[in-house]
């Protein structure tokens, strides 16, 4: 019998998570660039690249991987708790070799020997991490309050400690110590979650090799997220090139998380469990809607960016930023690719058990966005890496939709998205003639392009019958007449 949670419930917690991961940045960032400036901000990227590296050898593909399992037998307790402590344990194992690796870092490479010891606390973070599991569960509730709570209170260290660019170090360690905090207070709640497993009867092979499945395409992912950065700035030699990336980069993901964040990671687990019951038109119906709720709120994101890039960065970053414009404008397009991937990723590939040939098509894009980076870096620096970035998630997101079975098509994306295309391109045209005819743009300006563009996006796409648009609301108005007749 399906147990199920509410859907709408999960999604719930975690847009209001995934909101506040948002809005933290976006309290943060203007503080901590004007502070740290780029060269600070781009060592802090350079070297947080090389952590990134580390982290994924020690997690291994437990992060897709045991949402996967947990959520295949989550109505037999005894068998999540025994795969729970089998999967843990081993990523505590595999862990624990990668912090004596970090350790011969800080001892042989001097040269920003100070921040990778500040770094530190991010391997141990990622060692007691068990989000999965609440994913699994479709219990997130959980993993949502502790994370919230050590996030906020990280806001408020940054800023009564972080007082000018020599608190670099101090920066990344609270940004660590919160993130260990975060994933510890997971643990408070799994008494009540699992039960007690005679250790003899752990077997921790299988999952090895499993895991290692799931690792190829996160390793693979990584040259295109993560070698970016360590190429610039091995290549361009240039602090503030990172610097720019970076601040690029973090506008771009705080617009995925708000896009597709939420909806692949409590659709991923519903998913799992539908593939085990083998219901395949409903996984399809599923699939499809979160590809056409994605591409709603992602062509209005991409093409609000594109509007608002020259506005926003002055007033946001401030003075000395200028390079992050050009970056997002190229970047933008990222939101839209990555998002229909990612979803594939979530709620096919993953959920099917079909990791294994996912990771073949990321290892293609790996190696592309590896030689796009080594052509382009040395002329166009931060913008080359975007470039390679483009084309690389562009091959992905082919031969995702190439191998998929029909569960979605390149018919169904364009059907979708002309409309939403229109619309969006209206809407960056009278966005950025806003910003561009306003006497002295900033603070007040930009609300004005937001909240415009906004509304206009969405008022076109309801002209233009956007199916999804009208659904919305429809809904919309029958929960105001039904109160309205309630009252």
Not at 150 to 165: H, M, Y
Not at 288 to 296: A, C, E, G, M, N
Not at 365 to 392: D, E, H, K, Q
Request: aromatic share 14%; hydrophobic share 50%; net charge positive.
């Amino acid at each position: 019998m399906d147990k199920s949670p509410g859907i709408k419930k999960n999604y719930l917690y975690r847009l209001l998570y995934d909101i506040l991961t948002m809005i933290t940045p976006f309290i943060t960032a203007p503080y901590v660039s004007r502070v740290l400036g780029a060269d600070g901000i781009g060592i802090y990227s350079y070297t947080q690249s090389y952590m990134t590296y580390l982290s994924m050898f020690a997690v291994l593909g437990t992060a897709s991987y045991g949402t996967r399992e947990i959520a295949r037998c989550r109505n037999d307790k005894y068998e999540y708790s025994k795969k729970f402590w089998e999967i843990e344990l081993l990523t505590v194992f595999t862990t624990s070799i990668c912090l004596l690796i970090w350790l011969g870092i800080i001892i042989f490479v001097k040269k920003y020997q100070i921040y990778f010891v500040a770094l530190v606390p991010s391997l141990f973070a990622a060692m007691f991490d068990i989000s999965w599991f609440y994913t699994g569960c479709e219990t997130i509730g959980y993993m949502i309050l502790g994370n919230s709570i050590w996030k906020l209170l990280g806001v408020v260290c940054i800023f009564l400690v972080i007082k000018n660019n020599n608190d670099l170090f101090l920066y990344i360690l609270i940004n660590t110590t919160m993130l260990l905090s975060a994933n510890l207070s997971m643990w408070i709640f799994l008494p009540k979650m699992l039960i007690r497993i005679n250790v003899k009867e752990l077997n921790f092979k299988i999952h090895f090799k499993e895991t290692l499945i799931y690792f190829i395409p996160t390793i693979a992912t990584s040259i295109y997220t993560v070698l970016d950065k360590t190429l610039i700035g091995a290549i361009t030699q240039n602090e503030y090139e990172n610097g720019y990336y970076e601040q690029a980069t973090k506008i771009i993901n705080m617009a995925k998380t708000a896009v597709f964040g939420a909806v692949n990671s409590v659709m991923g687990a519903r998913i799992s469990f539908l593939f085990s019951e083998n219901r395949v038109n409903e996984i399809k119906q599923r699939l499809r809607k979160s590809v056409d709720f994605i591409l709603l709120l992602g062509f209005g994101a991409m093409f609000g960016i594109i509007g608002v890039s020259q506005t926003f960065v002055p007033v946001f970053f401030g003075e000395g930023y200028e390079a992050v414009i050009n970056i997002l404008y190229c970047m933008s397009p990222l939101i839209i690719i990555i998002g229909i991937s990612n979803c594939l990723g979530a709620q096919y590939y993953t959920p099917a058990g079909l990791r294994a040939e996912s990771a073949k098509y990321i290892i293609i894009g790996s190696f592309v966005n590896l030689i796009m980076n080594l052509i382009f870096i040395p002329t166009l620096g931060s913008i080359g890496a975007t470039v390679g970035s483009i084309i690389a998630e562009l091959t992905i997101a082919i031969l995702y939709l190439i191998r998929c079975n029909g569960y979605l098509t390149v018919n169904y994306i364009c059907i979708v998205s002309y409309k939403r295309v229109l619309a969006g391109i209206v809407m960056s045209l009278a966005v950025y003639f806003i910003g561009k005819f306003w006497k002295n743009p900033g603070v007040t300006s930009l609300i004005v392009q937001i909240i415009t563009g906004a509304s206009l996006y969405f008022t076109l796409l309801f002209i233009l019958k956007d199916k999804l648009q009208t659904e919305f609301t429809q809904i919309i108005i029958k929960k105001i007449l039904y109160r309205g007749v309630k009252n």
